[in-house]
């Protein structure tokens, strides 16, 4: 027995394998490829503004635009045509206050890009970021009360964030704030208003990272004051994020994101162990700009390393990805 096994474990080795064998062609390589990137998995991200004939190009993101609703909707047209099928909100309201109202409101800025959206593209997917920071005056993602974020007064809003997401059209609602139990209290918001069929994309584990720095400028939505370090998770915490993902799925969410992706990269992995749902990676905006401006200056192939990178997320076991390369990688599957 003892020496079967260790004779076919020493003649399971070189010369007889050759590991390069299967990379001789291309034909053969293709044929051991054992991950594809596939353009329907891809989620692009808009941001919208009021007003009409707005296109402003955010300095960090090259590509990327802050666009009023019928610019975008030139965009969307073209992402359309380039194969793409599911978009991200964000919204840029004209106006903040202390209750996130342009966050809510039938009328949000939101609500009304969906609402366009779904008119003329139904089979889109619009997927609604739900956070309040981008309405609030202070830029957190909660009610501030004395210089704290309030986890429960925050969920009513939340909530109603949601319903109003779901009411305009969006096909799917993706809570980014991290309160506890947010999950939980939007399902029973949209089971009560009657979208029990509208699924729920958590930003499960979505650490307190310096990679969202250019977002802030896109979205305008940085803290006035503080971080978001009470509420956002330590960098430094897999096990936690683990635990984040659990309680999400017990509260009812349908796709666990993880965020950022390429720095966290053992947690998609081990969020694939640990469940069955589907699993989102989000390549942030700092992932993003700092490919940009490598390429930019000539540094690296921009091409292979966007499709080296969203590679290595879908073999750590994403599903989805939200990216802003989305429509650079549908020019290169194309
Ligand atoms: C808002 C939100 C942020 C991102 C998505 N939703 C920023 C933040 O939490 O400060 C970051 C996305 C990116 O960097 O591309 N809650
Ligand atoms: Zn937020």
Request: no cysteine; net charge negative.
């Given at each position: 027995m003892t020496t079967l096994t260790r004779q076919s474990a020493s003649s399971a080795t070189f010369p007889k394998v050759r590991l390069r064998r299967m990379r001789s062609s291309a034909t053969l390589r293709e044929l051991a490829r054992e991950t594809h990137l596939r353009l329907e998995k891809l989620i692009y991200p808009l941001f919208v503004v009021e007003g009409d004939g707005i296109k402003k190009p955010i300095g960090a993101m090259p590509g990327i635009h802050q666009q009023s609703v019928d610019e975008m909707m030139k965009e969307v047209e073209q992402a359309v045509a380039e194969g793409l099928k599911s978009l991200i909100l964000f919204g840029i309201p004209a106006e903040k206050d202390n209750q996130a109202t342009g966050a809510w409101s039938a009328d949000g800025i939101v609500q009304k890009a969906t609402r366009e959206i779904k008119k003329n593209f139904p089979q889109l997917a619009v997927v609604a970021d739900t956070c309040l920071c981008e309405y609030m005056d202070h830029g957190h993602c909660g009610i501030v009360a004395d210089g704290h974020i309030l986890n429960d007064a925050s969920l009513s809003i939340i909530a109603r964030t949601a319903v109003s997401q779901a009411e305009a059209g969006a096909d799917i609602i993706a809570p980014?704030?991290?309160?506890?139990g947010r999950v939980g209290a939007i399902r029973r918001a949209l089971d009560d208003a009657g979208f029990d069929h509208v699924p729920i994309m958590a930003y499960s584990a979505k650490f307190a990272s310096a990679l969202y720095g250019p977002f802030r400028e896109a979205a305008q939505s940085a803290p006035q004051f503080g971080d978001r370090t009470t509420y956002q998770m330590d960098p430094a915490n897999g096990r936690e994020a683990l635990r984040e993902i659990e309680q999400d799925i017990a509260e009812g969410a349908d796709i666990v994101m993880i965020k950022p992706a390429l720095p966290y990269l053992d947690l998609v992995s081990q969020a694939r162990m640990l469940t069955k749902l589907p699993i989102a990676a989000y390549n942030v905006s700092g992932e993003y700009s700092m490919v940009k401006a490598a390429a930019a200056n000539g540094w690296i192939d921009e091409k292979r390393v966007v499709l080296e990178c969203l590679t290595g997320i879908v073999r750590a076991g994403a599903d989805l990805i939200i990216t802003y390369h989305a429509r650079d990688v549908a020019g290169w599957l194309a």
């Open positions: 980014s704030d991290m309160m506890d």
